[in-house]
């Protein structure tokens, strides 16, 4: 699934515990580009590439993206070890 809206990008950002100055360093994107990207209400106005770096880093601090009718986002479930 894919990374959509401002509030979902909040939401993911929360959940991997990770303040927007940290995700711009890890994503190679400006804080300010986060906090306009996570002011949107809607779909998200930015350019793919930006969109698809902070997608990578908060899927690898494991959040999982949910589509369908409504967006969202979850924690993935932890690897059985």
């Known amino acids: 699934m894919a990374l959509t809206t401002g509030p ?14 940290k995700l711009a360093e890890r ?8 906090r306009r990207m996570e002011a949107m209400d809607g779909t998200l106005a930015a350019k793919l590439p930006t969109i698809q770096r902070l997608q990578r880093v908060l899927e690898a601090a494991g959040v999982e993206f949910t589509n369908g009718d409504r967006p969202g986002v979850r924690m993935r479930e932890p690897s059985a070890a």
């Not at 979902?8 to 929360?14: D, G, I, T, V």
């Open 8 to 21: 979902q990008l909040r939401a993911a950002r929360a959940m991997a515990r990770l303040d927007q100055e």
């Open 27 to 34: 994503a190679g994107v400006a804080a300010n580009t986060i």
